[in-house]
């Protein structure tokens, strides 16, 4: 158990919908990362949040948005979903902005159906 | 940009033997971290290892070590004596230190099967 949470675990939903994504960092932790798992593109860095501040964007859709709370929990945002963007949705966090190992959660599987 | 290659897509042993998965990054920056990641069939990514781009020490946990040489670009792992358990999926991962896209470029990864 890394001690990163997110829920759900699972997620079924249209194409065109919205949904949200939760997670929850380890204790202390102050970055949060997000990563999406696709067969055909494989793990992509999506975006990166230091204590609530955006820090760094990756291959992250305009479609999909984030935010970090006071409180260090982020939520990822995924709007007017297509069948591609169904895979597996990581959330990462790390003690620091740079240098720390990054500890993943377990994943949330989202199927756009 | 950063590149991680894992050129072994699959790889199938029988248990007992010793197997390396190879890896080989391309980064222009001087300083960077390289990692580990194995994912078994449930899913997770568990941490395995974390090197920085001046340490070249090998290093040796167990039956898992791992061969950092920077003139080759390689940060190769081996597990020796391979259990089932070891079967899984595992990942190279790059990130520089500093600003810009900072997230863990990963590779492929290998799919390692180890047979009973």
């Known amino acids: 158990d890394s001690g990163v949470t997110q829920t759900p675990k699972h997620l079924i939903t249209a194409t065109g919908q919205r949904v949200t994504l939760r997670c929850s960092p380890r204790?202390?932790?102050?970055?949060v990362y997000w990563y999406q798992q696709s067969l055909d593109q494989g793990l992509q860095f999506l975006i990166h949040?230091?204590?609530?501040?955006?820090?760094a964007k990756g291959n992250i859709l305009e479609r999909f948005s984030a935010q970090q709370f006071p409180d260090l929990h982020s939520e990822l945002n995924l709007s007017s979903l297509e069948l591609g963007d169904s895979a597996l949705y990581f959330c990462?966090?790390?003690?620091?902005?740079?240098?720390?190992?990054?500890?993943f959660g377990p994943g949330t599987r989202l199927t756009v159906t | 940009a950063q590149k991680v290659t894992q050129a072994q897509t699959e790889i199938s042993v029988v248990e007992k033997e010793d197997v390396t998965l190879d890896c080989v990054y391309e980064t222009r920056d001087t300083t960077y971290y390289l990692f580990w990641y194995k994912q078994p069939p449930s899913g997770e990514l568990v941490f395995l290892i974390r090197?920085?781009?001046?340490?070249?020490q090998n290093e040796i946990s167990g039956r898992y070590s791992w061969n950092f040489q920077k003139s080759t670009s390689s940060f190769n792992f081996t597990i020796t004596a391979s259990q089932v358990v070891d079967s899984a999926v595992y990942f190279c991962?790059?990130?520089?230190?500093?600003?810009?896209?900072?997230?863990?470029?990963f590779g492929k990864g290998t799919h390692l099967i180890i047979q009973p």
């Open positions: 949040y230091y204590n609530g501040e955006e820090r």
């Open positions: 991962a790059l990130r520089i230190s500093g600003g810009g896209a900072d997230g863990l470029t």
């Open positions: 204790s202390g932790d102050l970055s």
């Open positions: 990462a966090s790390s003690v620091d902005r740079s240098e720390g190992k990054q500890y």
């Open positions: 090197r920085n781009s001046f340490d070249e």
